[in-house]
């Protein structure tokens, strides 16, 4: 696999960078995706009862049966290990004195592999807030693997919840405020979009503003998006294959 000549040339002459993420980039580590072929919204049914689990309205009516689906993807956020395309993001990074990562992924992979700048948007499922106190915490790997019932604060007992967004919620006042300094105002030289179907505004918008200021972007995706037509190369693959290349041609620059 090689990357289109053009993109070769145009990749040295970067010096910022902003990538986005979504559930692909985590497939090689053996996280399920939830949209695109083989997620967990292919199953209607599987689908439909894990977005009413994780939402806001059912961790107030029926905690236990949030925590039940919480706990199962924080067990395999910390029984997976980040792969080549979380390396080649690190390596991004390393490489450019400006550089910025926006996620939807909540695996924490990013982060565990080296990367800095993140703006987690849908936030952690290691890190948890009480509903009572708003005290705030993270679980040990070895607490996630003994978790079984809804966990409690330490603090006052209260009922604890993941210290992630919920169908339902607002996303983060402080991160949507990051994403829009960093990847709408001051856009970087090359935006990276990798791994995600692109069906949220926050993911869209940075990327056509990116192309609308005639910016480098590129998509790496096993299959075509809404944004694939907007891009200025959209290339279909792994991230774990793409991305690295694209870092190497970078910090070799």
Request: net charge negative; aromatic share 4%; charged share 25%.
């Amino acid at each position: 696999m090689r990357l289109p000549d053009d993109l070769v040339d145009a990749l040295g002459n970067v010096s910022s960078v902003g990538v986005i993420t979504g559930a692909g980039v985590s497939a090689e580590s053996g996280i399920q995706t939830y949209r695109g072929q083989g997620g967990i919204y292919d199953d209607e049914a599987e689908g439909d009862a894990t977005v009413e689990a994780l939402s806001a309205a059912t961790l107030r009516a029926d905690p236990g049966r949030t925590w039940r689906v919480v706990s199962e993807l924080a067990r395999r956020a910390v029984d997976a290990a980040p792969n080549a395309a979380h390396e080649a993001i690190v390596l991004l990074e390393q490489s450019l004195p400006r550089f910025v990562l926006l996620t939807q992924n909540v695996d924490g992979l990013h982060r565990l592999a080296g990367s800095r700048n993140v703006i987690d948007i849908h936030g952690d499922v290691l890190d948890t807030r009480c509903l009572a106190c708003d005290e705030r915490g993270r679980f040990t790997p070895a607490e996630v693997r003994a978790l079984r019932n809804t966990p409690r604060c330490q603090a006052c007992d209260g009922i604890l919840r993941p210290d992630a967004v919920l169908f339902g919620e607002m996303l983060p006042e402080e991160k949507i405020l990051r994403l829009h300094h960093e990847l709408l105002e001051d856009v970087p030289d090359l935006v990276i979009v990798a791994g995600t179907t692109a069906i949220f505004p926050y993911i869209v918008q940075p990327v056509l503003e990116a192309a609308g200021r005639g910016r480098l972007t590129v998509e790496v995706n096993p299959e075509p998006t809404q944004l694939s037509e907007h891009v200025r190369w959209s290339l279909r693959g792994k991230a774990g294959d793409l991305l690295p290349l694209i870092a190497n041609v970078v910090a070799e620059a």
